[in-house]
């Protein structure tokens, strides 16, 4: 299994692994573990690149939820983390959580889902599939990240998304290329998004809950009430879209400190 990209913070005996969503990368996540750190010195916070993101290794051909899930596992491993761990994912970080649970669930103290529901759904429907075809139709390298830049806002995409998506960009030969293999993210998303976890939450085998944005869409009304009568609650954060990390973050640590130990 190849050694992901990661860091910690804290050196409690709390293990809690912070999972970040698609194309993003650990460092997406650290002001959360800062923030809730300040809140619980009793955690000790990996953040880990999963694989195919960041600074980790490529995804092997064919690689599924559980390809990610089984190297995030290992991470907290080689980390020297003690078992059971908490599992934090936002978006394709939960899924993740899901798929660890559902291949070790001894391993897996609780799971908290931030915006995103166990259910299969359907890519083309995704609103990452939209900022995904834009990525992948980018020019393979570019004279500097300001040309790249250009690209991603001529096709309508926001400055900021722009410049989140640049985040995967290194700087060699005199000229800007990728560091992702955007065409195995690209399979990687459509398989995550068409796997089905409701198994997984309605076993009860792994306490979970879930915090949604009440601007977002991935987590639906229909999806909050079958999580709530699974025995997993649904907290959910006012006017917040997809990236509660960033609509809403005092509300996110405070949902996340009142999240429970006891297994």
Known sequence: MPALASFTLGSGSHATLLLHGFLGSGKNLR???QRWLDRDAERCFLLPDLLGHGESPPLPPDATTDTVARAVL?????????????LVGHSLGGRVALAAARI???RVRDIVLLDIAPGAMDPAESGTRQVLDVLLAAPEAAADRREMRGFFTGQGLSPALADWLLMNLRAEGGQVTWRIDRHALAALHDGFQRDDLWS???SRAVPTRCIRGGASRYVNDADAARMDAAGCPVTTLGEAGHYLHVDALDALIDAL??????R
Do not use: F, H, I
Request: charged fraction near 20%; glycine fraction near 8%; include cysteine.
């Open 74 to 86: 290992a991470c907290a491993s080689k980390a020297g983390l003690l078992d059971p761990l908490s």
């Open 257 to 262: 400190a009142r999240t429970p130990r006891a």
């Open 104 to 106: 070790e669930p001894g």
């Open 31 to 33: 002001t959360v573990a």
């Open 200 to 202: 997984v939450v309605e």
